[in-house]
């Protein structure tokens, strides 16, 4: 009976998994990726985070962390800065040196976060120093400028697999972390904290895409509409590729989900044809004639030769009216 249910539940997934990925998605893929200069020459990187200003910020209104990549080496995947005037053309910002830090002697540092403090006027970034199969330790470190940076401050630890994939934001005077818990079925968790250091204990959200489990987030706040936008690379219960997918939620603790994928795996272009991985969305500003209410996404995706790039699309307005109408 026990196997007879498995293979019944095999089976709704797998059709679930194609009515998903035969769908339409709510975004175009970028027929090339971004040129990403990275340490190491390769202009491999992976797990992308940026934000935008409304008007240059210490000479550029954009700014990403990611992690250089090439061919999966781990031991080159430590947190590093580009910066943008218009999202396409990145570089260093002058002055600065990548990556951050000199990498661990154990283990690697990955899964950066980048958020700006208003009042101190401050870039506050985050990753992971992450021990396979022992542990992780949340990382922390501050800037004025973009391009010195104080020493890395450890925060917390938890037990390999606990914490993936923190996405940060800031919103009336409170630091909320999203992460994916691994080891508790890819629960979907949130802490809180008054001042980005200390953390209280996290509670788990409510997210659910039928087929699939969260693996990678990123998480903006929308001003327009006053909720939150979470992009959810997904991994399905039958294997595969993994999509993107949007979400959104009025609290930041209950999330909705397009049925549609943000960016599936059926038409990717060759540049990421293996699978597609963490991505980055900055909402367009409101006051935007033509795209106000739209959205901008840098996403990460691997070839089959295990290549890892980014590339940059658009989300229209009207994906995001769409699925605000699910709690509203």
């Known amino acids: 009976m026990v196997s007879w249910r498995l293979e019944q539940f095999r089976r709704a997934a797998g059709?679930?998994?194609?009515?998903?990925?035969?769908?339409?998605?709510?975004?175009?893929?970028?027929?090339?990726?971004?040129?990403?200069?990275?340490?190491?020459?390769?202009?491999?990187?992976?797990?992308?985070?940026?934000?935008?200003?409304?008007?240059?910020?210490?000479?550029h209104r954009f700014w990403m962390v990611m992690t250089p990549f090439p061919f999966l080496d781990a031991t080159l995947e430590n947190p590093s800065i580009l910066a943008s005037d218009d999202g396409l053309t990145w570089a260093p910002p002058s002055g600065l040196v990548n990556p951050l830090i000199p990498a661990p002697e154990r283990g690697f540092h990955a899964d950066?976060?980048?958020?700006?403090?208003?009042?101190?006027?401050?870039?506050?970034?985050y990753f992971l120093h992450t021990?396979?199969?022992?542990?992780?330790?949340?990382i922390r470190m501050v800037s004025t400028?973009?391009?010195?940076?104080?020493?890395?401050?450890?925060?917390?630890?938890?037990?390999?697999?606990?914490?993936?994939?923190?996405?940060?934001?800031?919103?009336?005077?409170?630091?909320?972390?999203w992460s994916?818990?691994?080891?508790?079925?890819?629960?979907?968790?949130?802490?809180?904290?008054?001042d980005g250091i200390t953390w209280e204990e996290p509670y788990p959200a409510f997210h659910y895409q039928p087929g699939f489990r969260p693996s990678h987030v990123d998480v903006v706040r929308d001003p327009l509409r006053d909720c939150w936008w979470m992009v959810v690379q997904a991994t399905p219960f039958t294997g595969g590729a993994n999509p993107l997918f949007l979400a959104g939620s009025p609290?930041?603790?209950?999330?909705?989900?397009?049925?549609?994928?943000?960016?599936?795996?059926?038409?990717t272009p060759e540049w990421a044809n293996?699978?597609?991985?963490?991505?980055?969305?900055?909402?367009?500003?409101?006051?935007?004639?033509?795209?106000?209410g739209g959205g901008r996404l840098w996403y990460a995706g691997r070839d089959?030769?295990?290549?890892?790039?980014?590339g940059h699309t658009r989300v229209p307005a009207t994906a995001f009216d769409a699925l605000r109408k699910r709690w509203t």
């Open 180 to 194: 994916v818990n691994m080891r508790v079925g890819a629960t979907l968790e949130v802490r809180e904290s008054t």
């Open 251 to 267: 609290d930041g603790r209950r999330w909705w989900s397009h049925t549609r994928p943000l960016l599936g795996t059926a038409l």
């Open 15 to 59: 059709r679930l998994l194609h009515r998903c990925t035969s769908l339409p998605d709510l975004a175009r893929h970028a027929p090339l990726p971004l040129i990403t200069p990275t340490a190491d020459g390769s202009g491999q990187v992976t797990h992308p985070d940026v934000i935008a200003f409304p008007s240059p910020w210490r000479g």
């Open 145 to 177: 400028d973009g391009r010195h940076w104080s020493a890395p401050q450890t925060l917390f630890s938890v037990t390999y697999q606990e914490i993936r994939s923190p996405a940060l934001a800031i919103h009336a005077g409170r630091v909320t972390m």
């Open 112 to 125: 950066p976060d980048l958020i700006h403090h208003p009042e101190s006027d401050e870039l506050w970034l």
């Open 274 to 292: 293996q699978t597609l991985y963490r991505s980055t969305l900055v909402m367009e500003p409101p006051e935007d004639p033509r795209r106000g």
């Open 131 to 138: 021990i396979r199969g022992e542990e992780q330790h949340l």
């Open 304 to 310: 089959a030769d295990n290549r890892n790039r980014v």
